[in-house]
C-alpha cells in the first residue's frame, strides 16, 4: 500500500484475479479484508479506491527501504516486496541484543516511512524460524514499538494458538478443521509418523512450520559444486531493460545447470559490479522453487530498486558484471510429461514468448485461465499468472474437482462475469419482493426484474429455474457464506445467474 503513493487516511485496497490482496488501516476500518472478492469489497466500502497490482512498483519503493537494513547486516533476505528477514546472532551481539536490535531496525523504517505519512506502519518480529518470526512481525504492527521478540526455544508456543490456516495451505487447513485440530498447537502435538501417514511429504513440512522449526532442516552434507551464472555487460548498462535483458540469458543458463543436476533454487544471490568499482548484493528467498522467468523477475526487481531508487543508494556507475548465484538449493520435484512426449516446440515456443511478455510488462500482465472445482462459475475456472502454471515453469495447471458440490449450478456454467457488483429486485405478480426461504424455495413466482442502474418498469421474466441453496463453509462462522442462485430468462432475451445473499439479489454471470 506504501508503493500506491496513498497515504493511511485514504480508503484503498489492492485487488488482483478479483480478490483484495493488501488495504490500507482506513479500508480495514471500513471491513474491508484481505482475501474479499471485489464485489463483497465495494459492497463493504461503496467508497473503496481500487488499484491495480504492480510488482515491479512494489520492489522498487522497497529496495530503499531493504538498504537501510543493510547498516545492521550484510545477509538480508527479501522473500518479497514489504517482507525481509536476515539471522540476528551476529548483528544482535554487536548491537547489544535481540530487543534492541530490533528497536533500532523500526526506529530506522518508521523514520523512512513516517514523512509519508505511514508511520507505524512496519513490524518487527525475531523468533527461532521464519514461519514463527514473520507471523510475529504481523502481530508488532500493533505493539507500542512495534516490536516482537519470541525468546529462544517458545516458538512452538507462541504458534500454538494461531489457526490451521495460518500454515497458507488451504486444502490442507480444510481437512484439519474437519478432522477437529483447529490451531496449531493441537497439530504440532500429533506424531510425526502419523502426519507423514495421511498428509504425505506436505503434511510433513507443514508440522515443522506449526512446531517453530524452518520447512527444511538445515543441510550439514558437502557445499554442491558452483553454478554461478555470469553475464558480462559492455558497454556498461544504466537502464534497467537493458540489464534485464542480459539477466534473461544467465537466469536461463543458471536455471539449466540446476535442472540437469536435479535441483532448483530456493534463494538467489543477486549480485552487480560497476565501472566505478563499486559490488552490490541482495539475497532474495522463495519458498517453493524459482523458475527461471521467476529469478528473471527478481533480477529485474532488484536491478530496478539499485538503479532508480533514490540518489544516495544509486550506484555512480553503469553495471558492467551481473552475477546470479544459487545460494540454496534443493531437490527439483520434475515435471509429469505428456504419454505421447510432453510438450511440442510449439508449446516451448509459446512459453518463452509469453515469458518475455512478462519480463517486459510484469508478472501479473499475463495470466491463463485454470479449472478448478466450485459451486458458481467464478470459482470453477479462474485466471492465474502465467509464472504460477506448468507451462510458466511453475507448480503446476490446476486440477479439476469432479466432487458433489451441493448446491453447484447445472451445466452449462454462464461464460460472463461481471467486474462490478450488478444490484437487482426481482418482483412478484403483485408487485412484491421475492425472495428464499430457509427451506431453499422462492417465496413466489418471478415476474418482473427491477435493475438498479436502470429506469422504468423493468424487464418481464419469462423463464425461470432454481432456486439452488448453497451453505459454504457452515463449519468456520468468520468465513460461512449462506446463498442461493437462481437463472432468469427475461424478455429482452438476456439469460441471467443471479444470487440472494443476506437479503440482495445481485447478478452473479451472464449466459451468452
Given at each position: 500500500?506504501?508503493?500506491t503513493?496513498?497515504?493511511?487516511?485514504?480508503?484503498?485496497?489492492?485487488?488482483?484475479?478479483?480478490?483484495?490482496?493488501a488495504?490500507?488501516?482506513?479500508a480495514?476500518?471500513e471491513?474491508?479484508?484481505?482475501g474479499?472478492?471485489?464485489?463483497d469489497?465495494?459492497?463493504?466500502?461503496?467508497?473503496l479506491?481500487?488499484?491495480?497490482?504492480?510488482?515491479?512498483?512494489?520492489?522498487?519503493?522497497?529496495?530503499?527501504?531493504a538498504?537501510?537494513?543493510?547498516?545492521?547486516?550484510?545477509?538480508?533476505?527479501?522473500?518479497?516486496?514489504g517482507?525481509?528477514?536476515?539471522?540476528?546472532?551476529?548483528?544482535?551481539?554487536?548491537f547489544?541484543?535481540?530487543?534492541?536490535l530490533?528497536?533500532?531496525?523500526a526506529?530506522?523504517i518508521d523514520g523512512?516511512l513516517?514523512?509519508?505519512g505511514?508511520?507505524g506502519?512496519?513490524?518487527?518480529?525475531?523468533?527461532?524460524?521464519?514461519f514463527?518470526?514473520?507471523?510475529?512481525?504481523?502481530?508488532?504492527?500493533?505493539?507500542?514499538d512495534?516490536?516482537?521478540?519470541?525468546?529462544?526455544?517458545?516458538?512452538?508456543l507462541?504458534?500454538s494458538q494461531?489457526?490451521?490456516?495460518a500454515?497458507?495451505?488451504?486444502?490442507?487447513?480444510?481437512v484439519?478443521?474437519?478432522?477437529?485440530l483447529?490451531?496449531?498447537?493441537?497439530?504440532?502435538?500429533?506424531?510425526v509418523?502419523?502426519?507423514?501417514?495421511r498428509?504425505?511429504?506436505?503434511?510433513?513440512?507443514?508440522?515443522?512450520?506449526?512446531r517453530?522449526?524452518d520447512?527444511?532442516?538445515p543441510?550439514?552434507?558437502?557445499p554442491?559444486?558452483s553454478?554461478?551464472?555470469?553475464?558480462t555487460?559492455?558497454?556498461?548498462?544504466e537502464?534497467?531493460?537493458?540489464?534485464?535483458?542480459?539477466?534473461?540469458?544467465a537466469?536461463?543458463?543458471?536455471?539449466?545447470?540446476?535442472?540437469?543436476?536435479?535441483?532448483?533454487?530456493?534463494?538467489?544471490?543477486?549480485?552487480?559490479?560497476?565501472?566505478?568499482?563499486?559490488?552490490?548484493?541482495?539475497?532474495?528467498r522463495?519458498?517453493?522453487?524459482?523458475?527461471?522467468?521467476?529469478?528473471?523477475?527478481?533480477?529485474?526487481?532488484?536491478?530496478?530498486?539499485?538503479?532508480?531508487?533514490?540518489?544516495?543508494?544509486?550506484?555512480t556507475?553503469g553495471?558492467?558484471?551481473?552475477?546470479?548465484?544459487?545460494?540454496e538449493?534443493?531437490p527439483?520435484r520434475?515435471?509429469?510429461?505428456?504419454?505421447?512426449?510432453?510438450?511440442?516446440?510449439?508449446?516451448?515456443?509459446a512459453?518463452?514468448?509469453?515469458?518475455?511478455?512478462?519480463?517486459?510488462?510484469?508478472?501479473?500482465?499475463?495470466?491463463?485461465?485454470?479449472?478448478?472445482?466450485g459451486?458458481?462459475?467464478?470459482?470453477?475456472?479462474?485466471?492465474?499468472?502465467?509464472?504460477?502454471?506448468?507451462?510458466?515453469?511453475?507448480?503446476?495447471h490446476?486440477?479439476?474437482?469432479t466432487?458433489?458440490?451441493?448446491?453447484r449450478?447445472?451445466?452449462p456454467?454462464?461464460?460472463?462475469?461481471?467486474?462490478?457488483?450488478?444490484?437487482?429486485?426481482?418482483l412478484?405478480?403483485?408487485?412484491?419482493?421475492v425472495w428464499?426461504t430457509?427451506?431453499g424455495?422462492?417465496s413466489a413466482?418471478?415476474?418482473?426484474?427491477?435493475?438498479?442502474?436502470?429506469?422504468?418498469?423493468?424487464?418481464?421474466?419469462?423463464?425461470?429455474?432454481?432456486?439452488?441453496?448453497?451453505?459454504?463453509?457452515?463449519?468456520?462462522?468468520?468465513?460461512?457464506?449462506?446463498?442461493?442462485?437462481?437463472?432468469?430468462?427475461?424478455?429482452d432475451?438476456r439469460?441471467?445467474l443471479?444470487?440472494v445473499e443476506?437479503?440482495n439479489?445481485?447478478?452473479?454471470?451472464?449466459y451468452?
Open positions: 500500500m506504501i508503493a503513493a496513498a497515504s493511511a487516511d485514504d480508503v484503498v485496497a489492492v485487488i488482483a484475479a478479483n480478490r483484495v490482496t488495504t490500507s488501516p482506513a480495514r476500518a471491513g474491508v479484508e484481505v474479499l472478492r471485489r464485489r469489497a465495494q459492497r463493504r466500502c461503496p467508497g479506491q481500487i488499484v491495480d497490482p504492480d510488482p515491479d512498483r512494489d520492489a522498487r519503493v522497497f529496495a530503499s527501504i538498504a537501510l537494513v543493510d547498516r545492521f547486516t550484510p545477509r538480508v533476505e527479501m522473500s518479497s516486496p517482507s525481509l528477514a536476515f539471522p540476528t546472532i551476529g548483528p544482535s551481539r554487536y547489544g541484543g535481540d530487543e534492541a530490533a528497536r533500532l531496525v526506529a530506522d523512512a513516517g514523512s509519508s505511514w508511520f506502519a512496519v513490524g518487527v518480529g525475531i523468533a527461532d524460524g521464519m514463527a518470526a514473520t507471523h510475529a512481525a504481523e502481530l508488532a504492527t500493533a505493539e507500542p512495534h516490536v516482537r521478540v519470541i525468546a529462544p526455544g517458545e516458538s512452538a507462541f504458534l494461531f489457526p490451521v490456516s500454515l497458507g495451505r488451504p486444502e490442507l487447513a480444510d484439519l478443521q474437519r478432522l477437529g483447529r490451531h496449531l498447537g493441537e497439530f504440532a502435538a500429533l506424531k509418523d502419523d502426519v507423514v501417514a498428509f504425505g511429504v506436505d503434511g510433513r513440512l507443514a508440522h515443522r512450520l506449526a517453530g522449526l520447512e527444511r532442516p543441510e550439514v552434507g558437502p554442491p559444486r553454478f554461478d551464472a555470469i553475464a555487460l559492455d558497454p556498461p548498462a537502464r534497467v531493460d537493458i540489464a534485464a535483458f542480459v539477466a534473461r540469458t537466469a536461463d543458463q543458471l536455471h539449466e545447470q540446476l535442472g540437469a543436476e536435479g535441483l532448483a533454487c530456493t534463494r538467489l544471490l543477486v549480485v552487480i559490479e560497476t565501472d566505478s568499482g563499486e559490488r552490490l548484493e541482495r539475497v532474495w522463495h519458498e517453493g522453487a524459482l523458475s527461471s522467468t521467476a529469478i528473471v523477475d527478481r533480477v529485474r526487481w532488484q536491478l530496478d530498486g539499485w538503479l532508480n531508487g533514490p540518489s544516495a543508494q544509486r550506484p556507475g553495471v558492467t558484471r551481473l552475477v546470479l548465484i544459487p545460494d538449493v534443493m527439483a520434475g515435471r509429469q510429461q505428456g504419454f505421447w512426449g510432453g510438450e511440442t516446440e510449439a508449446d516451448e515456443r512459453g518463452r514468448a509469453l515469458a518475455r511478455v512478462q519480463g517486459m510488462l510484469g508478472i501479473a500482465a499475463v495470466t491463463i485461465p485454470e479449472r478448478r472445482g459451486r458458481g462459475p467464478a470459482d470453477v475456472v479462474v485466471r492465474v499468472p502465467f509464472v504460477g502454471t506448468d507451462s510458466g515453469g511453475g507448480e503446476g490446476g486440477v479439476h474437482v466432487a458433489p458440490w451441493p448446491g449450478v447445472p451445466s456454467m454462464p461464460t460472463l462475469l461481471p467486474v462490478d457488483a450488478l444490484v437487482l429486485d426481482i412478484d405478480g403483485s408487485g412484491e419482493r428464499v430457509g427451506r424455495a422462492l413466482e418471478p415476474v418482473r426484474v427491477l435493475f438498479s442502474a436502470e429506469t422504468g418498469n423493468g424487464v418481464a421474466v419469462t423463464g425461470w429455474a432454481g432456486p439452488w441453496p448453497c451453505d459454504e463453509r457452515w463449519w468456520d462462522q468468520s468465513t460461512r457464506r449462506r446463498r442461493a442462485r437462481l437463472q432468469l430468462m427475461l424478455a432475451g439469460a441471467l443471479v444470487q443476506q437479503g439479489w445481485s447478478v452473479e454471470a451472464v451468452d
